[in-house]
């Protein structure tokens, strides 16, 4: 059976809003999803290096009481495990990961393993160009912002969720996950 790990950002749980839609995608498909929480305080300089030290401190104990190959599912700062998907080989799925400290892109850039990276013209953190460099997988959201939200009526956020989770149900089906 197939494992798919769920990260937090900094503002919401890995149960709240697009990570709650986005963990469902490998749920659906028949993956058991390992919502994690984090259970320290936030760091104080979430843009530091010592930011990337304590979120793989945090996920290390969970991936390795899950084992085996998990999808990482992670969103925002939940994106500073990509150093450990890339150590570990792991398939993931990135939203609007923090492209702009350069932990992440590094990572990214070691990455041996399929991952998809979903992102908003309007979010500061996002860099389009590097998102492209670094995956064949990317979904672009013309004038979204950090939390995929477009201008406009609700709805439009709303959909913008429904494109997000076809994505990835579609980028799980191109790398044959499981």
Do not use: N
């Amino acid at each position: 059976m197939a494992d798919a790990v769920v990260i937090p950002g900094g503002s919401f749980g890995s149960a709240a809003g697009l990570l709650m839609y986005a963990g469902d995608v490998p749920g659906f498909r028949g993956a058991t999803v390992h919502r994690h929480e984090w259970t320290e305080p936030r760091p104080p300089a979430e843009f530091e290096p010592a930011a990337e030290t304590w979120v793989h401190d945090q996920v290390r104990p969970v991936l390795d009481g899950v084992g085996g190959q998990p999808l990482l599912i992670g969103k925002s700062m939940g994106c500073y495990a990509a150093g450990l998907a890339a150590q570990r080989s792991l398939p993931a799925v990135w939203l609007t990961p923090v492209l702009t400290v350069p932990w992440v892109p590094a990572a990214l850039e070691r990455a041996t393993a399929p991952f998809l990276l979903v992102g908003g013209t309007a979010d500061r953190l996002w860099d389009r160009r590097l998102a492209r460099r670094v995956s064949p997988y990317v979904v672009e959201v013309p004038a979204a912002d950090h939390g995929l939200y477009v201008p406009g009526p609700l709805t439009d956020t709303i959909a913008v969720l429904a494109r997000v989770v076809v994505a990835i149900d579609e980028f799980l089906d191109e790398i044959g996950w499981p």
